[in-house]
């Protein structure tokens, strides 16, 4: 998997994380969107971020300082950007 498909899985699951571990993960797409990763990448995470970017503006305003991370309601699975074709409509 590439950088960004594992930047998202994490985003997937930021209910699970504690309100400093999803600013880190802020800090972390930052440093993707300013590397020399391929654009194509920045430009599929880049789909995702509107909501996680409100999510860490609400953390940092002060409105979320006594959430609590969740567990995931059902197993984590790994995402991929690429969908799966099933073997019957091939």
């Known amino acids: 998997m590439s950088k960004a498909e ?3 899985n994490c985003i997937r699951y930021t ?3 504690t309100n400093e571990e999803v600013l880190e993960l802020e800090k972390e797409i ?3 969107f300013q590397s020399d990763e391929p654009e194509e990448d920045k430009e599929k995470l880049g789909e995702y971020m509107e909501c996680f970017s409100m999510f860490c503006n609400a953390i940092k305003e002060g409105y979320l300082e ?3 991370p ?3 309601v ?3 699975k790994r995402y991929t950007f690429e969908i799966e ?3 019957f409509l091939k």
């Open 15 to 17: 209910q699970s994380l």
């Open 74 to 76: 059902f197993p984590k």
């Open 85 to 87: 074709i099933p073997e």
């Open 66 to 68: 006594d959430r609590k």
């Open 30 to 32: 930052e440093e993707f």
């Open 6 to 8: 594992d930047l998202f």
């Open 70 to 72: 969740s567990p995931p």
